[in-house]
């Protein structure tokens, strides 16, 4: 099955479709809309069809194709968590234009583009730290200090912004964190206090 994305109305899609066509997928599901929209609606069709077929016939092979890469997702949490998702339910991934063109297998040989594109997120999450860590210093030096420590820190907000995108629902996105530090180091955060972070993250987010 085939997926088609742009992120804005004046986009066109028709190029998308007709190589999804020719490379044989059917059905094609497809969307304008941006990736920072926190649930795609039809993202969220084409994983569970190829879910169900997978599950109803294991041994059946299942092939989720895009244009490239970019139309899956906006960042590299974010393309982990749909690569695991696809691992989890072995089910392919077939890039048909870009360097990384192709068709992987998570459990057989394209189980490199699947630990690249963790690599990818660890590298981001590196990022967050360390511009989170020179805020702090550069507010040290301007004489500022922080409150108390945030239960949610930037590593962990993007990780739970990336499962709200793929539509995991926010009392399991709660369970999938674990707070690093403080004194409730060890335990998940509250439903609330993922409620609340993703919010934050929609207001920092630009619109356009």
Known sequence: ??????????????????ALHEAGCDPVFSEKI???VKVRPEFVKVLEFAQTIKKAVPHQRVILTVHEMKRLGRGAAELLTIAETLRTDDIELELLTGPLQGVYDPSGHGAALFAFFAGMAESEREYIREKSLEGQVSARERGRHGGRPKVVDDDMAAYARSLRANGIPVPQIASKLVITSGKNKGEHPSVATVYRVLAEGEEIEPTS
């Open 1 to 18: 099955m085939g997926y088609a994305r742009t992120s804005t109305a004046s986009q066109e899609l028709q190029s998308q479709l007709d």
């Open 34 to 36: 941006s990736t920072r």
